[in-house]
């Protein structure tokens, strides 16, 4: 098996092929690592969430880590982990044009029953409770992969 | 699709089957996070790995998120989130039958090829690091499932 660091390039392949990660958000020294679905552009992470946990996390603590990976076999897996910064895309009207991007940007993905996105009977998601579109924006970028082969490819 | 909270019997189940996590670790308000390979055994995850970014954050600030999941499709998962404590096997006599014990656990795994466990060629983990043995002491564990009809089981 040989592992070997991904160039920033291969790392932007692996990010853009993602649509599954983990974020990771931290509030008062205890981590907290929820699953996500999210679309990337430029950079950019959008994603949305019902009110909870990690929103309340992320608005007192916008510094995050998102890690991503691709594991076809204990010997073959690619694995990419992001530092980042929550940005929320609040319901105002400065912020009207990038929320209407990231709701087309989301609307691309199959379905929105997933982690994370849907309401749950419990006091901080009840029903009513309207979705957090969100950004992330993403700052250094690390990649591993391992593979059977000394390919580069 | 439902989506419903489990109980602290089917956490265990899911935890039981798991091999395969993400573990979130903190230091100075950064979050961190990185897949790893484990062995549950009673609410204590064991695992290894190289020296590295994860080892010494953990050993500055032991509390640690693990997050497994079991996504067989966008309407059909489930996910634990468990909060814990690193504790490192060091290699002292005091602590002999516990690394001995973990490692026995861990040989038990299909291979040792795996995202954590490998030196790579770098500084923090180049050829003749020994690996570090560490167990994870579970403590709040919570988790949902979604699925397409609403049986319990």
Chains 1, 2 share one sequence.
């Not at 994603?47 to 929103?55: A, D, E, L, R, T």
């Not at 990419?80 to 940007?105: K, N, S, T």
Request: glycine letters at 6%.
């Amino acid at each position: 098996v040989f592992i070997r660091e991904l160039t920033a390039e291969e790392c932007d392949q692996e990010l853009s092929r993602a649509s599954l990660g983990r974020l990771g958000c931290a509030l008062d020294h205890q981590p907290y690592v929820v699953p996500i679905y999210f679309v990337v552009e430029d950079h950019h992470v959008y994603s949305f969430s019902m009110p909870g946990k990690k929103i309340d996390w992320m608005r007192i603590n916008p510094r995050v880590c998102l890690q991503m990976d691709r594991v076809t076999s204990p010997s073959d897996w690619a694995s990419i982990i992001a530092v980042g910064r929550f940005d929320e895309l609040r319901d105002i009207p400065e912020r009207r044009e990038e929320r209407a991007h990231a709701y087309r940007l989301l609307q691309t993905r199959p379905t929105w029953w997933e982690p994370g996105s849907v309401p749950v009977t419990r006091p901080s998601g009840g029903v009513g409770a309207t979705p957090i579109f969100y950004r992330i924006d993403l700052g250094h970028i690390t990649g591993q992969r391992a593979s059977q082969t000394s390919n580069v490819a």
